[in-house]
């Protein structure tokens, strides 16, 4: 049996996007105040391994959160604490320093190994560990990360740095400092905050699935931005008095509160579009003995944007649970963000929320608002709907068809038969071959996926079986669930006596038999010579199932230590070494990538397409399970230029905005409210809204006109035709994956020199 060595890629992927991150994001020095009588010095020795360094921060790589980091950041500012260390689970708990790491080998022994002697001197504030809690080192206090950089805390909010460092030097510019910035919007979310992390430390403790735990960390960034908005806005009203009144011959001073309100600007914008969306009015109370707040925008100032249906639910929600908290609401909460994240993980429910809450709440408010917009966002939903419904979409509904065609044309051809219409049942027989040969292309393709399900599942396994942290096993745990829903979906689609079904039942058998022990290996000896009769059949799957039952029976013999599988091993290497089809696929497989690889170099995105035009060039290679898993890896770790499809688009491709963005070397802002994406390099800028026809371009905030409406799926998607002119890519579609990926004529001519030479291999 082949050994498949397991690679820590997803370690290697975010130390390597952090250590590139920092190179640019963190400056040398931030103008805030770092005080050392705050924190403390920790020894090497006693860190947990895979514990990342990031400026007064230790931080457990399996825990960490973009707020963490963003925390983690903005004390390497203050601290001047700018190399990023990691404890390497690989490199035998040594420290290495990794701003510079390029590849595997740079946390290893081949890597810049970091003296203790330098972890020791330098300064730590807060710990979090291998638990997912945050951990505050000078009195080892539960903290929440949201709270560890206080929005009240003037004096060292980034913003007001320079103005700070002004006021030490000069005296100047105190008056911001003693502003009166909490009201009770900011303490219904102080309040608010503190609910949602009990729950979340609540949930977490329970074992909870993953996915409430990030809803509820979302739920906590959005509250979070809420208050800090209102601090902004506070502060910058007080800022704004400072620059009237100024004397314009105090430089410093006039720089100074210039900065300011440019930084609390920007961060105002920010929160803005992220901030969780209530009224502050009807549904937080005035607080008993204190005065009513003042409003800070004059009258006709209010905010007149339309949010979407989603956003406005999304926001309802986080308020219903934040005053009483229950399952049932963060279930909605959960299912709405795969809706809006453009992801399918429980299709039923999904589906039955779609029907029951959004299209409902979409439909009323198109009644109340007949835009065209709101017209598109109601077709959103429905779409969505449809997918998960048994619509046109659905593979498994195109398969009944088939067997429901096939079982009326054998009774018709028996009818025939009782008639003597021989020609006629001859007929018959013909279509009902060739419906025969429709059903078994769709079972093979659905075998094929299954397998590769299968392997995946194998895979997540193994790494379930060596992870030492209860939060990285859980998410293992809720990550196989998925898989096995996945399988369990294809598998239902299929008729009970088609040879995949066969296989995925004496797998099961198989898997139960092996938690009996020895009781079961009667049982289990069955299963694995079915499966292997069936080897020759559909290879694929029973090769899989194979070697997912191999390395669960290996792992159990060395668990248990005992000898009961040893004939079973020897039996499934037999029956794999025997079948030279299942090993073949995978020795092409890697012979395709290596291909690939040589004749693409670094570029992935020419890899993808050389790949698909020598797919539509041959047939039969069964390599379209190799395609289909490369696209939807680049897209899933954000490579490549790939990304999903859109669907129900009548023929009209588009591109998600930050795909865009990535490729054309543009920033990418999102408001997350507005369902907004900004594209934006220096003073040139293009303002794309989910569901509208306008698109707004900077400096000159000229509105322009699309072709069809921009789409959304996580973020907002434009049409090809747009991205084409203004940005010189286009969208190209990976044909029967889902996914597209952007390309130019340079990927294009890269691409087919990948296909050139995949069909030269093939000669």
Not at 168 to 196: I, P, Y
Not at 693 to 701: L, S
Request: net charge negative; charged share 35%; glycine share 6%.
């Amino acid at each position: 049996m082949r050994k498949v060595r397991r690679k820590r890629a997803a370690v290697l992927a975010i130390i390597l996007v952090l250590a590139g991150l920092l190179a640019w994001q963190i400056p040398k020095r931030s103008g805030a105040v770092f005080n050392e009588d705050d924190a403390v010095h920790i020894d090497p020795d006693k860190i947990e391994e895979a514990t990342l360094i990031i400026g007064t921060h230790l931080i457990y790589l399996g825990a960490l959160t973009d707020k963490l980091y963003e925390t983690a950041v903005q004390s390497a500012e203050e601290s001047g604490q700018n190399t990023m260390y990691y404890k390497s689970e690989i490199g035998e708990g040594r420290w290495y320093s990794i701003d510079d790491a390029g590849s595997i080998k740079d946390i290893t022994e081949k890597g810049k190994e970091a003296d203790k002697s330098k972890i020791k001197k330098l300064y730590f504030t807060h710990h979090t560990k291998s638990d997912g809690y945050t951990y505050t080192l000078k009195d080892d206090k539960m903290v929440n990360v949201y709270d560890v950089n206080s929005p009240y805390d003037l004096e060292g909010m980034k913003e007001l740095s320079a103005l700070a460092r002004e006021k030490r030097l000069s005296g100047k510019g105190g008056e911001v400092f003693e502003a009166k910035v909490t009201n009770k919007t900011t303490k219904w979310c102080d309040a608010g905050l503190d609910t949602l992390n009990k729950e979340y430390i609540r949930l977490k403790t329970a074992g909870a699935d993953a996915a409430w735990l990030d809803m509820l960390d979302k739920a906590m960034g959005k509250v979070d931005d809420l208050r800090r908005y209102e601090v902004y806005k506070k502060a910058e009203k007080e800022v704004r008095k400072l620059i009237d009144a100024a004397d314009g011959t105090d430089e410093g001073y006039v720089d100074a509160l210039s900065d300011a309100m440019t930084q609390l600007s920007d961060s105002m914008t920010e929160a803005d579009g992220n901030m969780l969306d209530i009224d502050a009015k009807a549904d937080i109370p005035d607080i008993p003995g204190e005065e009513p707040d003042e409003p800070d925008n004059p009258e006709g100032d209010e905010k007149t944007y339309t949010l979407t249906v989603m956003a406005v639910m999304e926001s309802e929600f986080i308020r219903q649970y934040i005053e009483e908290p229950k399952d049932d609401i963060l279930l909605n909460m959960t299912t709405l963000s795969y809706i809006m994240e453009g992801i399918s993980v429980y299709p039923d429910k999904e589906a039955e929320f779609l029907k029951e809450k959004l299209i409902p709440a979409a439909e009323a408010a198109y009644a109340a608002d007949p835009t065209e917009t709101r017209k598109n966002e109601l077709a959103y939903y429905k779409n969505e709907l449809s997918t998960r419904d048994g619509g046109p979409s659905s593979a498994d509904s195109r398969l009944a068809g088939l067997y429901d065609k096939k079982e009326k044309l054998q009774e018709e051809r028996l009818s025939a038969l009782d008639e003597e219409n021989l020609p006629e049942a001859k007929r018959l027989e013909a279509l009902i071959e060739v419906t025969a040969r429709e059903i078994q292309e769709k079972e093979d393709a659905i075998s094929k996926e299954a397998a590769s399900l299968v392997k995946q599942k194998t895979e997540l396994e193994k790494q379930l079986d060596s992870e030492k942290s209860d939060q990285e096993k859980k998410k293992l745990e809720n990550e196989i669930q998925k898989l096995d829903n996945q399988i369990a979906a294809l598998d239902a689609g299929v008729d009970d006596g088609s040879v995949s079904k066969k296989i995925k039942e004496m797998a099961e058998t198989a898997r139960e038999a092996l938690e009996e022990g020895e009781d079961g290996i009667g049982r289990l000896e069955e299963a694995v010579e079915g499966i292997g009769a069936l080897c020759g059949t559909n290879p694929a799957l029973a090769g899989s199932s194979l070697e997912n039952l191999y390395e669960k029976m290996a792992s159990r013999k060395y668990l248990d230590e005992t000898k009961i599988y040893d004939g079973l091993l020897d039996d499934i290497e037999a029956i794999l070494a025997e079948n030279v089809s299942v090993l073949n696929q995978e020795l092409q497989e890697e012979e395709v990538v290596r291909v690939m690889e040589e004749t693409a170099g670094k570029d992935k995105t020419a890899a993808i397409m050389g790949l698909s035009m020598f797919l539509e060039q041959t047939s039969g290679s069964g390599l379209e399970n190799l395609l289909k898993g490369k696209v939807k890896a680049y897209a899933e770790e954000e490579e490549a230029y790939a990304f999903a499809g859109l669907s129900g688009t009548a023929g009209v491709r588009y591109a998600p905005a930050d795909v865009v963005a990535a490729y054309a070397s543009f920033r990418y802002i999102w408001n997350d409210n507005r369902k907004r994406a900004v594209l934006a390099s220096r003073k040139t800028y293009y303002k794309f809204t989910a569901f509208d026809t306008a698109v707004v371009r900077g400096p000159e905030e000229e509105e322009e006109k699309l072709t069809s409406a921009a789409g959304f799926k996580g973020t907002v998607y434009i049409p090809d035709d747009y991205v084409k002119e203004e940005f010189g890519c286009e969208v190209y579609n990976i044909p029967d994956t889902g996914y597209c990926i952007l390309i130019d004529q340079d990927i294009a001519d890269k691409a087919a020199e990948v296909c050139d030479a995949l069909l030269e291999k093939g000669e």
